[in-house]
């Protein structure tokens, strides 16, 4: 079994940073690409970044600017670096694997974590 685990986030003022870790645990292999989505109060997850496994990023255009997403394979963990943060980056922030593989080569789908909630005051 494989499992995603966030952690860092928190309640912060606006214009603050926080930094969103994200690490897998179990017997891995290896791990494609890597995201973080976040989902507000009455609204739908969206996405915030993605990463490759060697290191290329995708940000919608409304994410560009104040999120970096970075990753340590040694660690099978992805991070998101979160500056000048506003009201309206509060949301409950996942991590998102669509692949992962076990030393077993066993593969697991569309992995998530439990999420970790951002809170930013006005």
């Known amino acids: 079994q494989v499992q995603l685990v966030e952690s860092g986030g928190g309640l912060v003022q606006a214009g603050g940073s926080l930094r969103l870790s994200c690490a897998a645990s179990g017997s891995i292999f290896s791990i494609d690409d890597m995201g973080w989505y976040r989902q507000a109060p009455g609204k739908q997850r969206e996405l915030v970044a993605t990463?490759?496994?060697?290191?290329?990023?995708n940000y919608p255009d409304s994410m560009k600017g104040r999120f970096t997403i970075s990753r340590d394979n040694s660690k099978n963990t992805v991070y998101l670096q979160m500056n000048s943060l506003k009201y309206e980056d509060t949301a409950v922030y996942y991590c998102?694997?669509?692949?992962?593989?076990?030393?077993?080569?066993?593969?697991?789908?569309?992995?998530w974590g439990q999420g970790t909630q951002v809170t930013v005051s006005s």
């Open positions: 990463i490759s496994r060697g290191g290329s990023t």
């Open positions: 998102n694997a669509p692949l992962i593989t076990t030393i077993l080569m066993k593969r697991y789908y569309n992995i």
